[in-house]
């Protein structure tokens, strides 16, 4: 193209403290392990990784939107790519960890 | 490549679905694959592991090492390593945008400074490999497969595993290493570790404060179960052989499937980093030879961002599931 864009810098630096604060906040939890957090089981596992679980999902969230300019992509390019991502991703990850519970319980039955 | 098209510029809508590229947009529906592929992965690591959800190891107790230092550090060394990449990322999302402003010296610079964050991931990746696959405590197997650890209490009470070699009688050792030149010339064998399960069960009779590290969870405390006395002398019973780090049949750590769910998941990773890194290299020399700047835009830098950035949204993926979780 002939004409120059706006440049991000700024934008990229802010998204890049961002992802660091987050990554410091998950190392940080993850050596402190404190029990309120860990020592408890809401839906197949503890609060703790459920913590780990949405703050993943946030960082993906901003290295999509930011870094690989999602955001400036038409509409329904991005929900090609992250509609079918999240459903098929979504779905098997139900399947499969719903499934390890049942092949440890059955053999747990079987073998103890 | 429709870039290459003279009467097109790259941001024409003419014949472009979404507005977007054919390249760019097979990049991203290869990648859209590709996380599939990864999640897979990922997924079988979780159906294993809610599978053995009471045996499986603690990642806390395997990857605590950190260059330089023998304390164990849980979290700090993988810690680096996420921030390498995402620091490459940002110098990767830094060319783009010099892209876009047909700034070549900075383009240039900041694809150089993206190669060696990624070769500083994959030498860190390589020496952590290194450390899991040497491993420095050693454990025994027993005949069901378990592998037992041994532990110590220090003095606030807190149990901190020892190595195999810090106990074990040193009596000659009869089993003399294979060697070509000693032995038939054809045939090799795997080094014999330096300590024998005899010389070990031997060392744990002069050392009764030795406790055993079971593979079993409390899952009440999240804790691996710890035994001592009767107990321990009933695991001994059945040990079969001693352990030193890991490869794909057996590890010192646990589960086998834990040992085998590593190296094929990071290992796929660092595949796809080493690949990145190729990419980003040809494109740099392309840079430097103003291939782009003939052309008339970087796209072909944005492309190849999307494949970097994609690698460094794996990783933090990599990094909850094995690391934090």
């Not at chain 1, 940080?28 to 679980?53: A, E, P, Q, R």
């Not at chain 2, 769910?261 to 990773?269: A, E, P, R």
């Not at chain 2, 990145?276 to 291939?291: C, D, H």
């Amino acid at each position: 193209m002939a004409h120059a864009e706006k440049s991000h810098t700024a934008l990229i630096w802010k998204v890049f403290g961002l992802l660091s604060i987050i990554t410091l906040v998950e190392v940080f939890l993850g050596i402190k392990k404190y029990d309120f957090l860990y020592l408890n089981n809401v839906l197949g596992t503890s609060w703790l990784n459920w913590i780990f679980l949405a703050l993943t999902l946030v960082k993906a969230y901003y290295i999509a939107w930011y870094f690989m300019h999602l955001k400036e992509e038409k509409k329904w390019l991005r929900r090609s790519i992250v509609w079918s991502a999240i459903f098929l991703i979504a779905y098997l990850s139900f399947y499969l960890l719903t499934e390890g519970t049942a092949l440890h319980d059955a053999k747990n039955l079987l073998f103890n | 490549m429709d870039v290459t098209l003279p009467n097109q510029s790259v941001k024409g809508t003419e014949g472009r679905p979404f507005n977007a590229s054919y390249g760019k947009m097979m990049m991203w529906f290869f990648l859209v694959s590709d996380a599939l592929t990864f999640s897979g992965f990922l997924g079988a690591y979780g159906l294993m592991r809610y599978k053995f959800i009471d045996t499986w190891p603690i990642a806390d107790h395997v990857f605590t090492h950190v260059p330089f230092t023998h304390t164990p550090m849980p979290m700090i060394y993988v810690a680096f390593m996420t921030f390498i990449l995402i620091f490459s990322s940002v110098t990767m999302v830094l060319a783009v945008d010099a892209g876009h402003q047909m700034n070549k010296k900075k383009v240039t610079i900041y694809m150089l400074l993206t190669i060696i964050g990624g070769l500083i991931f994959l030498g860190s990746q390589a020496w952590e490999w290194k450390h899991f696959i040497s491993g420095d405590k050693g454990a025994i197997q027993l005949n069901d497969g378990q592998i037992i650890q041994f532990v110590k209490k220090d003095a606030e009470g807190h149990y901190y595993q020892i190595g195999l070699k810090e106990f074990a009688t040193h009596s000659a050792n009869e089993r003399v290493q294979h060697t070509k030149s000693e032995g038939i010339w054809y045939k090799s064998e795997a080094s014999v570790p330096e300590v024998t399960l005899a010389q070990v069960l031997d060392g744990l009779k002069n050392h009764p404060e030795i406790a055993i590290k079971t593979e079993n969870i409390d899952l009440a405390k999240r804790e691996k179960i710890i035994v001592s006395g009767v107990e321990a002398t009933k695991l001994l019973a059945k040990a079969k052989q001693v352990v030193f780090g890991a490869n794909l049949k057996v590890n010192e750590y646990g589960k086998t499937l834990f040992g085998d769910f590593f190296f094929f998941i990071t290992g796929f990773h660092g595949f796809h980093v080493l690949s990145g890194i190729l990419i980003n290299i040809i494109i740099f020399f392309n840079v430097i030879l103003g291939t782009y700047e003939k052309r008339g835009h970087y796209e072909m830098i944005e492309k190849a961002g999307l494949y970097w950035h994609f690698v460094d949204l794996v990783w933090v993926f990599v990094f909850t599931f094995f690391y934090l979780v």
